[in-house]
C-alpha cells in the first residue's frame, strides 16, 4: 500500500510499479512504519522462500499535507491508500478512523483516495492523527494490520500581526537627550513561524516623526529629536505599525497606537511679571492680618515649580513677614507690628521667589531665582481714643470717705483731628456703683464706702468717647485696690466644743484655742488672749496665753460633778496689734462629762434623772402634734355623725331630673298578678324601718299604747296617724347620723277627713262582693249625678 500526493504522484508511480514487479510484493513510500504486525509473504514455494527471503511489510506511508483556508468548491484530494493485497477485484475494502474521520476526512472504500470535506484552519489545529484499515469485504476481516499516519495542515499567511498590549502610554523625560528610550512594543502573529515569512515581523512608525523613531526588530521607540521642551508641547501619539513576510510587499499588517507624555524637569525658573508692586492698607488692619499676595510665574509644575520667598530688605524692620502658600506657591504678606499713618505713612521692601527644588543638570538656564520690589502705603482711618497707659493701677483706703479722689486716667485722640475726650465707666465692671470718674478731666473718685473684706481688688473699664464722633470709643483698665484698716475684731477660729471629765485633776489643759481676724496688717496677725475680768478670779478654769496666738484653758480644781453643775460659760478676750487696738469677748462652753480610765467622754450635761433629755422647744412641738392630732379625729367624728342617709329607698334609684314612663293599663279590679291588695290595704303590718322608709315605723307616738292593746292606724283618727306619722319621720331625722349637714325640706300631705264618699278606690273590691249597690251615688249631689247614671241600680238601666 503505498500514497501519492498532489501532482507529483505520476513520477512517483512508476517507482512504484517497479518496485511492485521487482519484489513481488508492495511496499509503498514511507519513512516509518505504522504496525509490526502486518507483515506479509507471498511466496510460490514456503520452504525456499523462508530460506532466501526475509519477509517484507505489506504497507508503510509517510504523512500527508493539506493546505489550510482551501476556497474549492470540491473536495480538498489529501493522498491515495493502497495495498498490495488489493488485486483491483473489489474484494479489499479500505476503512479510515480518528480524529476528523468522516467529519474532515473521506476515504473511497474501493480506491483508497483521501479527500478533506471542510476548510482547515491550521491556527485552530495543525494537524490530524488518523487510521486506516484494509478488510476483506466479503468475510470483513483485516487482510491489513491497522496503521496510523499523520495529515499535517500546512500554513499560509492569513494571520496579521496584533499587539496584544496596545494601546500604550508612556513617559519620557523633557530635554532628553538624542536615542533616549522610551518604551518598547511587541506584536505577535499566529501563523507558523517555522514555515516561511507568515510570522516575521518587522516594526515601523507612520505617525510621529520627527520626533520619534521605532527599531525595525525589537520595536524599541527611542527619542529622534533632542531637548523636547514640555512648555511647548508635552504630549505626542505615534502610530506604529507591524508587518510580517519582514516587511515585504503581500504581507499582511497591523497598528497601535503609542500616547508619549514629556514629563517635567525644573528647567525655567521663577519670573515676577512686574518689576514693582503697589499696595494700600488700612491702618486699623489688625497684626497678622493679610497684607498682599504676590506670585512668581514658573512654567514647570509640581515639585519644579515649588518656591520660596524672602524679603530681602525694606522700611520698618520686623513689620512684615512672608511665608509661602503651598497650595497656590504665593507669597503672603503678612502683618507683624500694628500700623500708625501718624507715625508712618508708607513702606517699600524688595522680594525675593527662589525655586526649592533646583536641577543641577539645567543650572546653565539659571539664576533660578528673581526680585522684585513692593511699596506699601498706610490709609488713614479714624481711629478710637487711646489711653496714655493701657493699665492702669490705683490704691485706696477702705476707710476712706465718698467722693475722695483717687487717681486720673488720660487718652488722647491719635487722629490729626485731635478730638476732645470725655470719660465714663463700664458699669458692667462696677455693678455696685462703687467709683465714679469725672467726664472731663478723668479723675476717678468713691461713690460708695469700701469694704475690703468683701472685695479687695476692683477692676474697672474705663471708656474714652471722642467728642466729635462719639461711636469712636476707646477702652483703657483699672485696677484699684483697696489697702487694709483694722476694722475687724478678732474672734474663735472655730465653735469649740470644750468636754470636761469629771475626774479631771488641777492645771489640767482641756482646751487649746486661736483666733482668726478679716484684717490683713502688713506685719501679720500678734493677739493676745485673757479672761474677762467678770470672771478672772474664778475658781474652776485660768487662761495661759502660748504667745504663739494660742492660748490654753486648765482647770484650777477637780472634783467637778454634773450633779452640781452640768456646763460653765468662759467668757474669754482677744485683742489684736492693730491701730486701733480691736477686741472682742468670745464665750467658751465647756461641758462636764463622765469619762472612762482612759479619759474619753461617755455622757455630757445633767445627769438622767434631772432631765429628759429633750428641751422645753421639743417637748412643746410634741404636745402641739399630739393636740392637733386629736382635734383632727373629733372633726372627723362630728362629720360622720352629721352625715345623713338619702331620702331615696334604694341607693341605686336617683329620682333627679329622672323620667320613667310605663304605658301599662293594668288589668283593673280583677289584676290579682301584678300586686298584693290585701297587703296594700293592711296598714297594721310592722315593716323594718331600716328597710322601708314610706311607712310608719314602730316608734314611740304621743299615744302610748302597748303592744298588745295597740290599735291598728285603720281605727285612729286621720288626724292623729299623720301627726304620728310626721313625729316619727322628724325623730329618724334627727337622730339620723347619715344625715346631710344642711337643712332639707321633706313634705307630706294630707287630704283630711270628713269626705261622704270615703275612698272611692278599687283596692277593696278583692274583699267585697262584685255586684255593689251605687244608689247611693244619687244623694251626694249634683256633682256625682254622671257617676249615679253610670253606676244606679243596674236593672233601671236596661229596663
Known amino acids: 500500500m503505498g500514497w501519492c500526493c498532489s501532482g507529483i504522484c505520476r513520477a512517483l508511480a512508476l517507482l512504484v510499479l517497479l518496485f511492485v514487479l521487482r519484489g513481488r510484493g508492495c511496499c509503498c513510500w514511507g519513512l516509518s512504519p505504522s504496525s509490526g504486525d502486518g507483515e506479509k509473504s507471498l511466496r510460490s514455494d514456503p520452504d525456499s522462500w523462508e ?133 518598547q512594543v511587541a506584536a505577535t502573529d499566529a501563523d507558523d513561524p517555522t514555515y516561511g515569512n507568515s510570522a516575521r515581523v518587522v516594526y515601523s512608525i507612520i505617525h510621529g516623526q520627527p520626533y520619534f523613531s521605532v527599531e525595525p526588530k525589537t520595536g524599541v521607540i527611542r527619542t529622534a529629536l533632542p531637548n523636547m521642551d514640555r ?36 528647567d525655567n525658573p521663577p519670573r515676577f511679571a512686574h518689576k514693582s508692586y503697589q499696595y494700600t492698607v488700612l491702618e486699623s488692619l489688625p497684626v497678622q492680618s493679610v497684607v498682599a499676595r504676590i506670585k512668581a510665574a ?107 479722689s483717687i487717681g486720673r486716667v488720660s487718652a488722647h485722640d ?24 469725672d467726664a472731663l478731666s478723668g479723675i476717678i473718685s468713691t461713690a460708695k464706702s469700701l469694704d475690703r473684706e468683701a472685695n479687695s481688688i476692683h477692676n474697672l473699664t474705663i471708656l474714652a468717647i471722642e467728642s466729635l464722633d462719639p461711636n469712636q470709643i476707646g477702652k483703657g483698665i483699672t485696677l484699684i485696690t ?116 482612759d479619759g474619753v467622754a461617755l455622757s455630757c450635761g445633767a445627769v438622767a434623772y434631772t432631765a429628759t433629755g429633750l428641751s422645753t422647744g421639743a417637748l412643746l412641738a410634741i404636745l402641739g402634734c399630739i393636740i392637733t392630732l386629736l382635734v383632727m379625729v373629733l372633726l372627723i367624728v362630728t362629720m360622720r355623725r352629721r352625715r345623713k342617709q338619702p331620702l331615696i329607698l334604694e341607693e341605686e334609684r336617683d329620682i333627679r331630673e329622672n323620667i320613667v314612663r310605663y304605658d301599662d293599663e293594668g288589668g283593673g279590679e280583677e289584676d290579682t298578678e301584678a300586686f298584693d291588695m290585701v297587703t296594700l290595704r293592711n296598714l297594721n303590718i310592722i315593716r323594718d324601718p331600716a328597710a322601708r322608709r314610706d311607712v310608719t315605723p314602730d316608734t314611740p307616738t304621743f299615744y302610748q299604747y302597748t303592744s298588745a292593746s295597740r290599735p291598728s292606724y285603720k281605727s285612729l283618727p286621720d288626724n292623729v296617724v299623720f301627726r304620728e306619722f310626721i313625729w316619727e319621720r322628724l325623730k329618724d331625722a334627727d337622730v339620723d347620723p347619715t344625715a346631710p349637714p344642711y337643712d332639707s325640706l321633706q313634705t307630706y300631705a294630707f287630704e283630711g277627713s270628713g269626705s261622704v264618699a270615703e275612698s272611692l ?27 249615679a247614671d253610670l253606676y244606679g241600680n243596674s236593672d233601671s238601666m236596661f229596663s
Open 298 to 404: 514658573d512654567a514647570d509644575i509640581g515639585s519644579n515649580a515649588e518656591m520660596d520667598y524672602r524679603i530681602m530688605d525694606g522700611d520698618g524692620p520686623g513689620m512684615f513677614n512672608i511665608t509661602t502658600d503651598e497650595d497656590t506657591q504665593e507669597g503672603v504678606i503678612i502683618l507683624q507690628k500694628p500700623l500708625d499713618f501718624e507715625t508712618r505713612s508708607g513702606f517699600a521692601l524688595r522680594i525675593e521667589a527662589t525655586n526649592r527644588n533646583i536641577d543641577s543638570n539645567f543650572l546653565s538656564l539659571g539664576p533660578f531665582s528673581d526680585i522684585t520690589s513692593m511699596k506699601v502705603s498706610v490709609a488713614d482711618v479714624n481711629e478710637p481714643p487711646v489711653f496714655s497707659t493701657p493699665l492702669s493701677k490705683l490704691n485706696v483706703s477702705e476707710d476712706a470717705k465718698v467722693g475722695t
Open 482 to 597: 483697696v489697702l487694709d484698716v483694722n476694722d475687724n475684731a478678732p474672734v474663735f477660729a472655730i465653735d469649740y466644743e470644750t468636754l470636761l471629765c469629771e475626774n479631771s485633776m488641777p492645771g489640767q489643759v482641756i482646751q487649746t484655742i486661736s483666733a482668726v481676724d478679716k484684717d490683713e496688717p502688713l506685719d501679720g496677725h500678734r493677739f493676745n488672749f485673757a479672761l474677762d475680768g467678770t470672771v478672772a478670779g474664778n475658781l474652776n478654769f485660768t487662761l495661759r496665753d502660748n504667745k504663739d496666738n494660742t492660748a490654753s484653758i486648765l482647770t484650777k480644781r477637780g472634783g467637778f460633778r454634773r450633779r452640781e453643775q452640768a456646763v460653765y460659760r468662759l467668757p474669754v478676750l482677744i485683742t489684736d496689734n492693730g491701730k486701733p487696738t480691736l477686741s472682742s469677748t468670745n464665750t467658751l462652753s465647756v461641758r462636764v462629762c463622765d469619762c472612762d480610765s
Open 51 to 183: 530460506a532466501l527471503h526475509r519477509n517484507k511489510r505489506s504497507w508503510v506511508w509517510n504523512q500527508f499535507f493539506v493546505l489550510e483556508e482551501y476556497t474549492g468548491n470540491e473536495p480538498l484530494y489529501v493522498g491515495k491508500l493502497h495495498s498490495d493485497v488489493d488485486k483491483g477485484d473489489g474484494k479489499v475494502k479500505y476503512v479510515l478512523s480518528g480524529e476528523g474521520a468522516t467529519s474532515i476526512f473521506t476515504i473511497d472504500e474501493n480506491t483508497g483516495d483521501i479527500h478533506a470535506t471542510k476548510r482547515l484552519d491550521r491556527e485552530a489545529q495543525a494537524y490530524y492523527t488518523l487510521q486506516a484499515q484494509a478488510i476483506d469485504r466479503i468475510t470483513n476481516l483485516p487482510v491489513e494490520p491497522r496503521s496510523e499516519f499523520v495529515v499535517k495542515v500546512q500554513d499560509i499567511n492569513d494571520n496579521e500581526p496584533k499587539f496584544l498590549d496596545g494601546p500604550y502610554l508612556a513617559g519620557v523625560p523633557e530635554m532628553s537627550p538624542l536615542g533616549t528610550m522610551v518604551v
Open 231 to 266: 512648555e511647548t508641547k508635552d504630549q505626542y501619539v505615534l502610530v506604529i505599525q507591524a508587518k510580517d513576510m519582514v516587511g515585504q510587499m503581500g504581507g499582511l499588517s497591523g497598528t497601535t497606537s503609542v500616547t508619549v507624555t514629556l514629563t517635567d524637569v525644573n
Open 414 to 437: 491719635p487722629d490729626n483731628s485731635n478730638s476732645g475726650i470725655r470719660y465714663s465707666i463700664d458699669r458692667n465692671t462696677d455693678l455696685e456703683r462703687f467709683f465714679n470718674v
Open 761 to 787: 278606690s278599687s283596692l277593696e273590691s278583692l274583699s267585697t262582693d262584685s255586684d255593689q249597690n251605687y244608689d247611693y251615688l244619687s244623694n251626694w249631689g249634683p256633682r256625682f249625678k254622671k257617676l
